[in-house]
T-cell receptor, first 113, second 113 residues
């Protein structure tokens, strides 16, 4: 039973570029949440997807967008990258009604130069 | 974004010692979670608490949901070197279909063998 997987593991971009990160949830899970974790900080909630729609959103600008596919996998897109977007981006999956029990992937470390 | 107050920020202990850390909030939560994050990995769920006053154990780990619903505690007994990592608390108040976990800043634990 595969856990949550994310790709790529590491990424280097320059300011102004766009990036797409990918996540496959744990088998049996239908809900995907995305978090940004800056160095030395706890994860910050970006948004959550369920039934291919954004269900809840944190305090992130519209440059951050996402998508969920029929197989429950998800993408996080960030446009017009800023230096401050450098962080570990975590994907977590859960089941409907048990959103508090989230299983995390290893993350994608994004560096914006 | 909103974060919980987690203390201590860091701990350096001898192998075999017991460890205590806590998390407080100005808001009420109806779920408290404790995660551990190793370097380069996503957080791993250790213990979930769903009821005020609840005391739950997972091996050498014990966590309690505070009576006021505004705090939680995690204890680790007889620490071992593999306990090293960053421990995060997270709270959820899912009233109104809110699904956003609020995180502490983490407690960094170092164990001297």
């Amino acid at each position: 039973d595969a856990g949550v997987t994310q790709s790529p593991t590491h990424l280097i971009k320059t300011r102004g570029q766009q990036v797409t990160l990918r996540c496959s949830p744990k088998s049996g899970h239908d809900t995907v949440s995305w978090y940004q974790q800056a160095l030395g900080q706890g994860p910050q909630f970006i948004f959550q997807y369920y039934e291919e729609e954004e269900r809840q959103r944190g305090n992130f600008p519209d440059r951050f967008s996402g998508h969920q596919f029929p197989n429950y996998s998800s993408e996080l897109n960030v446009n017009a990258l800023l230096l401050g977007d450098s962080a570990l981006y975590l994907c977590a999956s859960s089941s409907t009604g048990r959103e508090e029990t989230q299983y995390f992937g290893p993350g994608t470390r994004l560096l914006v130069l | 974004g909103q974060q919980l107050n987690q203390s201590p920020q860091s701990m350096f202990i001898q192998e075999g010692e017991d460890v205590s850390m806590n998390c407080t909030s100005s808001s009420i939560f109806n779920t408290w979670l404790w995660y551990k994050q190793d370097p380069g990995e996503g957080p791993v769920l250790l213990i979930a608490l769903y009821k005020a006053g609840e005391l739950t154990s997972n091996g050498r780990l014990t966590a309690q949901f505070g009576i006021t619903r505004k705090d939680s505690f995690l204890n680790i007994s007889a620490s071992i070197p593999s306990d090293v990592g960053i421990y995060f608390c997270a709270g959820l108040n899912n009233a109104g279909n809110n699904r956003k976990l609020i995180w502490g800043l983490g407690t960094s634990l170092a164990v001297n063998p």
